[in-house]
């Protein structure tokens, strides 16, 4: 089995590698190909993954390339965890948005919009020569939006599934604090990505008992600090929020303390210094536990596990991914992006039947159901007016001379990004 990791110098990549080595029963990996066209963070990064596998006995052998096509070719799978504009862009969209008053994050509002018109155009490339080298390969996207990239693969014919850890780290915490294994928590988990709430908990599986309530009673206190949201909203909702939700439950307390300290974007630069620093001492054969602030926690088993289902190799029967709504939830279009329990095997996933959706978050689902095909619109044909409407329709701008400025900022910060601007 060969698979190709596109974004390979990524310092997220040797939590990747730690779960294949580890999981190789799982998913066994003959041939991990690392691509990136940064040659310098690619070697350090594979050197790495080498000295992973050799210390946890993992016959497959590693390779690194700066070609696309000679890494894509016979590949089984392909993950792509890409960052266009690299970190530098990304302190650009957490920064010009709330000169505006409006939240700067890269997957949200302004921030992420800029992000996807980035990203699109280079994903599908990526794909189109995925697909005339090794057709019947599968592409797993981590690369955010998710959601947008994800419904822009689909929307192009390409087999595709959208993956997101924020269900698996929500599974692992739950299972913690209820001292059960995590593969007795199966999550009611519904929603788009970065957009989901957790309206049930259960134990064994779709059809176990909801154990939601006793976990909110006796843990509320530590679940809506992790969350940094008032235990009270909490108890009124009676769901647990991704806590990406903060963005829009509490956007203006966001909004200033966003402006009140470094961005998370210069942090994580700074973290990347000191991890590639790491990574060049030939002594190192794990991941190193700073790894674990980057961010990304179980996105190698979530990726194991997916990857695995995929191409028939096992994995758990349900898995929380991205993938087209198809009357899973009747209020969103058949064709929008939504991140829900499926059924996963070699045809793809297969949503679960839904549980009627409260309108409290319905409603906020088919607004940024609206915006995210906007934005897609805006990606794949460019031009002022098809940004304007997108950020005109995001729940957290709205407001028409938000929209103006915010459009011309996005625009004069992405123009090298951007073919048609």
Known sequence: MKLTVVGGGSTYTPELVDGFARLRDTLPVEELVLMDPAQERLELVGGLARRIFTRQDHTGRITTTDNLDEAVDGADAVLLQLRVGGQAARQQDETWPLECGCVGQETTGAGGLAKALRTVPVVLDIADRVRRTNPHAWIIDFTNPVGIVTRALLQAGHKAVGLCNVAIGLQRKFAALLSVAPREIHLDHVGLNHLTWETAVRLGGPEGEDVLPKLLGGHGDRIAAD??????????LGVVPSYYLRYYYAHDEVVRELRTKPSRAAEVADMERRLLAMYADPALDEKPDLLAERGGAYYSEAAVDLAAALLGGGGTPYQVVNTYNRGTLPFLP???VIEVQAAVGTKGAAPLPAHPVDPLYAGLMADVTAYEHLALEA????????VFRALLSHPLIGQYAYAETLTDRLIAHNREHLAWA
């Open 379 to 386: 990606a794949l044909h460019g031009g002022r007016n098809r």
């Open 227 to 236: 969350l940094r949201l008032p235990r009270p909203l909490l108890d009124a």
């Open 334 to 336: 058949d064709d929008a």
